[in-house]
């Protein structure tokens, strides 16, 4: 290793695709139950929440693991407090596995979560944010040192660039939209106000301002290009991130008692919050056209991959269903779901891959590498992830036709598209989980394989 600091980039990296591996195996158990509902120990409620927190907490440890290599890239230096950042690391792996035996034993004993000191000990009930108080002021003493440990690197090595300026203030912005999670209100209106400041400005506003810094960061590492042009792009797209990802929160204030005004607040900047994401595709075909020396053809590959499906899954599949005349039928259905599974997907789930591919070589040497099993895994993964999300949108228009507009028992209608739909919804879940798998093993084996002849990582111009 170059720099000591990487092992901490490494931990982390690790610690995510391990915690993608078994979001994706407890995924394929709740969609196993909408088949069958008691063919598993733990009941659906549990199943769904580990699903849903092991992919927010792995996304956010590839998002600090890809954080930490482009600190010490930029600075060139290693961090200002190497114990200080293993320490947070292993903070943050204790307390998520600590509460995720917490989730299971609930599973097991729903009495088992006691009030203890005024706040439920192992799940407080909020929806997506479940994690117990105590686990909420450990991540966000963890996002506190990782952000002062960052910040005292750059002032250390007295030199910062506009990637890692944006990086570092999208990570502010992350930690200080984690707090009002931790705040509960008996109003419902006033509380889901403030709990979509979370679950929404997390989301559509800080990671989408990380992934336009680590996007361009990306774009720098494998094509060689002009800092300046990619740093000029990138305050575009982020600006623009911003601009309409904060009021575009509007699209989830229709239907909770909130004021009207909101429907044109959400309908409005919602319907523009493609547009910086078609920017981060042009930016990437773009700088990929114009400087022809790859230096990690894996790496370009999954970060255009990443740009396209950001824009498609988190673009257009949240659009079509965004304005109030159509989502008032669709708000809640399969539809949602298949939205949510792709943007996740595009957005930050091929981002984390992709700068895995592209940080991983660089950390343990590797000028070439053998990318047969990271091309598959790709392919499994995305084929499986659109067919599944074509199969859950199929589901949302059943359940839009016969539940929305005819006026259908939700119990009936879900009997009548069930079968089908969760059948395929299970079959190509086990196509994705193959495509992590391969994933996983060749995280832990990269550099074993030989480059096999005419399949090398680089492309020079002559090459191209």
Request: hydrophobic content about 55%.
């Amino acid at each position: 290793m170059k720099y000591k600091s990487h092992r901490i980039a490494m931990n982390f990296f690790t610690f995510a695709v391990l915690l993608f591996l078994v979001q994706v195996l407890v995924g394929l158990i709740a969609a196993g139950q909408f088949i069958k509902p008691d063919f598993f120990i733990i009941s659906f409620n549990i199943i769904r929440t580990l699903h849903i927190n092991a992919l927010v907490v792995w996304l956010l440890c590839g998002l600090m693991g890809a954080t930490y290599y482009v600190v010490v890239e930029e600075t060139e230096g290693e961090l200002w407090n190497l114990p200080l950042a293993h320490f947070q690391f292993w903070a943050t792996a204790i307390a998520t596995i600590l509460v995720v035996i917490g989730y299971i034993v609930m599973g097991l004993n729903p009495q088992a979560n006691k009030w203890v000191f005024g706040t439920l000990i192992l799940n407080e009930g909020r929806t997506y944010i479940e994690a117990p108080r105590w686990a909420d002021c450990l991540i966000a003493l963890s996002a506190i040192l990782f952000l002062f440990n960052n910040v005292m690197t750059i002032i250390k090595s007295k030199k910062i660039t506009g990637i890692q300026g944006t990086l570092i203030g999208g990570m502010v912005f992350l930690t200080l939209m984690y707090l009002p999670g931790m705040v509960y209100i008996k109003s419902m209106v006033k509380d889901q106000f403030w709990w979509w400041w979370v679950v929404h400005l997390w989301v559509e506003g800080a990671w989408e301002v990380i992934a336009g810094a680590l996007l361009a960061f990306m774009l720098l590492k494998v094509t060689n290009a002009p800092r300046h042009v990619l740093e000029r792009w990138m305050y575009i797209e982020v600006f623009l991130v911003l601009f309409t990802g904060i009021l575009g929160i509007g699209h989830h204030y229709y239907w909770i008692g909130t004021p009207p005004y909101w429907l044109w607040i959400g309908a409005i900047f919602s319907s523009l919050e493609p547009v910086p994401l078609l920017v981060m595709v042009w930016d990437a075909f773009r700088t990929t056209r114009e400087n022809r020396i790859i230096n990690n053809r894996i790496g370009l590959f999954l970060s255009v991959a990443h740009a396209i499906f950001n824009f498609v899954g988190a673009g257009l599949w949240g659009v079509i269903h965004t304005l109030p005349q159509v989502n008032k039928w669709t708000h809640g259905t399969q539809i949602t779901n298949a939205h949510g599974h792709l943007a996740f997907y595009g957005a930050y789930v091929l981002l984390i891959v992709a700068i895995i591919y592209i940080a991983v070589p660089n950390i343990k040497g590797l000028k070439d590498f053998n990318t047969d099993r990271a091309y598959k895994a790709f392919w499994w993964m995305t084929v499986s992830m659109i067919l599944m999300v074509l199969t859950l949108t199929g589901a949302g228009m059943v359940q839009v036709y016969m539940e929305r507009l005819m006026g259908v028992d939700y119990v009936v209608v879900k009997e009548h598209y069930n079968y089908w739909f969760w059948v395929f919804r299970a079959f190509f879940g086990v196509g994705f989980l193959i495509g992590v798998g391969l994933l996983v093993l060749d995280y832990f084996t990269m550099g074993n394989l030989p480059v096999r002849k005419g399949a090398s990582n680089i492309r020079t111009t002559a090459s191209a």
